[in-house]
């Protein structure tokens, strides 16, 4: 284009996950600041506040609904096996994943229940 650009007063942002894939020349002129994830607490209460809501509201299996059994709980013992055994990413995208497979296979579940099951 042949414009001339001041780049001086820019700000150049980058993201990775892992920094192996970025060339050499190019990383000796970043700054690295690296950010740890969220830990264990802070995935539990994520998913309590956040991720159950949504996913039950995505499924029609929310609280207040009469067709979803008064029994549906996801018990923080659950949501802190998920995050120790099956989501050890730091971020909760991988957690929120699994809550929501987990409403849909027991929103299949109250589709398919026969009237009897129903009223357990």
Known sequence: L???VDCSKIL???TA????????PLLDRMEVIRLSGYDGPEKLEIAKRYLDPKARSETGLEKDAEHTPKSLELKDSAIDGLVRWYCRESGVRNLEQKITKIFQKL???VVN???EERAE
Do not use: S
């Open 113 to 115: 229940a026969t009237p």
């Open 17 to 24: 996950n892992v920094i192996d894939t970025i060339p050499g």
């Open 107 to 109: 929103a299949l579940k």
């Open 12 to 14: 150049f942002l980058c």
């Open 2 to 4: 042949d414009v001339p």
